[in-house]
């Protein structure tokens, strides 16, 4: 019955989707080989923070975006025209069983705050009827 | 207040002046009403504090918090805090809001872990989405007994 509700599961709707738009990005480029530097491309992973939301209470942000600190996979493949001189080629680092169960996780996670935010109206809707 | 305005008006509209007498059944429907007044209040504020924690449930070291609402209400109740201290009251957005404080007087406290995770949150979701169930069920259950007090009110102000 708090209209900081809203606040705070919208900024968990926001940065549920962020999540979902870096698993997307990674997805699409598990296999390319070079992104817009030439080099492979790593895969992003999101930070999220709990941040402080009008009205009181805690909502979540994505303060940064970084790059997969774990090693590219290397594929031997000697007739690439990248492959290095001893035939591996470098492959992005984007473990996609991984990325699948982010995924999952993040979509899931979205939903939940889509229903509290619907409980949320719910209430309100309800504590308005009073004294009619 | 509502019933004060809707008092003053049904009063004014027959009487043209209000007595001490009525004033003071006014301030009795007041009184009467601070119960729902701090339930609502209360169950609002421990619904900003679950969806918090549900926001929050891949947030790394977040804490989930609750608060104990019996206790909570007693100290909404009596103006005081459930310690029995006085409220400090927030009245600059500068102000230093410490770690567990909300409204009303309420204490939040962080939840006992039931399944540690690796990055340090404590949020369970499961326990978090039904507390947040209950919390607007109890909620919509003094909305509705606020409703029927403001019903009998006003049966009580008609006249016969």
Do not use: C
């Amino acid at each position: 019955m708090s209209f900081a509700v809203f606040g705070i599961a919208g900024s968990a709707l926001t940065a549920q989707s962020a999540r979902l738009n870096a698993v997307a990005s990674n997805l699409a480029n598990a296999d390319s080989i070079a992104g817009p530097d030439g080099q492979p491309y790593r895969a992003k992973q999101v930070v999220f923070k709990a941040t402080a939301v009008e009205g009181g209470g805690l909502g979540v942000r994505v303060t940064q975006v970084v790059n997969s600190a774990a090693p590219l996979r290397m594929q031997y493949d000697p007739s690439n025209p990248a492959a290095d001189e001893k035939g591996y080629v470098a492959m992005p680092n984007v473990n996609v069983v991984e990325e699948m169960v982010n995924m999952l996780s993040a979509s899931r996670a979205y939903q939940i705050n889509a229903e509290v935010m619907n409980a949320a109206k719910a209430s309100l809707q309800k504590a308005l009827s009073i004294g009619q | 207040m509502y019933v004060k305005f809707l008092a003053r008006h049904l009063l004014y509209g027959r009487h043209k002046y209000v007595t001490l007498r009525q004033i003071a059944m006014i301030d009795r429907i007041d009184q009467d009403l601070n119960l729902y007044r701090a339930a609502l209040g209360l169950r609002a504020e421990r619904q900003k504090l679950l969806a918090s924690n549900i926001a929050n449930a891949d947030t790394p070291n977040y804490k989930a918090r609750d608060i104990d609402f019996k206790s909570a209400l007693a100290g909404a109740l009596s103006g005081k805090g459930e310690d029995g201290q006085l409220n400090m009251a927030r009245t600059q957005s500068a102000h230093l809001a410490s770690a567990t404080d909300t409204l009303w007087g309420a204490q939040a406290r962080y939840r006992a872990e039931y399944q540690g995770s690796a990055d340090g949150n404590t949020v369970n979701l499961d326990i978090e989405r039904a507390a947040f169930a209950e919390n607007s069920m109890r909620s919509d259950a003094v909305i509705t007994f606020v409703k029927g007090r403001f019903d009998d009110l006003k049966l009580a102000l008609q006249r016969e």
